[in-house]
């Protein structure tokens, strides 16, 4: 909504991170992500020059008009997460997840999305949203058909998972996330891509436990697979 003399104001749940006066911020939704900065704070009617988690936060917008910001958008630290359109994710409810529909509403937060399920099985299923969003692992949705049954929960286990181009690719991926727990998550994602930088890891919701998977090691702001290093290195000498 609008304040004379004040301009925007945004209201919402702070989740995760800290809110202060002055900072930049990106307003992300069907629109596409929008700059803006923070004038003004309050939580609960008090104004504060800095918000922690979890709270209720109104925030005085510049840059942005009341027109622009819509229910559901996000405000997100510009660089600190990752867009994404498509997921993978396992089911949390009772109902299988190969027997909903295939065009669903997916609830994310306060955002409404339509979203196309491809199910891996009973309890795996692609995602795929009309728009992008700030996605990361184990963010939680809740499925439903376009009037009010609830179709049941999901939580996302993979945020940027590969493309499925070829025969057996489905088949594949779905043996690759049944295998995939929190322990081994890490170990299995830095496998697929050989090598993956740590900021677009900290992006995808996957931080770097105190013990490393003995399978990978860091260097130089990567994490490295090192059946990986391996491989390139034999290469490298054939060639």
Do not use: C, Y
Request: charged fraction near 25%; glycine fraction near 12%.
């Amino acid at each position: 909504f609008t304040i004379g003399g004040a301009g925007t104001v945004v209201t919402g749940t702070l989740a995760k991170g800290t809110l202060s006066v002055g900072d930049h911020l990106d307003l992300v939704g069907a629109a596409g992500v929008r700059g803006a900065i923070i004038r003004g704070l309050q939580s609960e009617g008090i104004a504060a020059d800095h918000i922690g988690p979890v709270s209720r936060a109104e925030v005085n917008l510049r840059g942005i008009s009341a027109a622009e910001a819509v229910r559901g958008d996000a405000l997100v630290t510009p660089g600190a997460w990752w867009f994404t359109a498509t997921a993978d994710v396992r089911r949390t409810s009772d109902d299988l997840i190969d027997e909903i529909p295939e065009r669903v509403t997916a609830h994310l937060g306060t955002a409404s999305l339509v979203a196309r399920i491809r199910p891996f099985g009973p309890d795996l299923a692609r995602i795929t949203f009309d728009h992008d969003v700030p996605l990361g692992v184990d963010d939680r949705l809740v499925l439903r058909l376009p009037g009010d049954r609830i179709l049941g929960g999901a939580v996302v286990i993979d945020p940027d998972p590969p493309t499925l181009g070829r025969r057996g690719d489905a088949a594949r991926r779905a043996a690759s996330l049944a295998a995939m727990t929190p322990a081994n998550r890490l170990a299995t994602e830095v496998a697929r891509r050989g090598a993956v930088e740590l900021t677009l890891l900290r992006r995808l919701g996957l931080g770097l436990p105190d013990d490393m998977p003995a399978t990978s090691f860091v260097e130089s702001g990567w994490v490295v697979d090192r059946d990986a290093l391996a491989g390139w290195a034999a290469a490298r000498t054939a060639a």
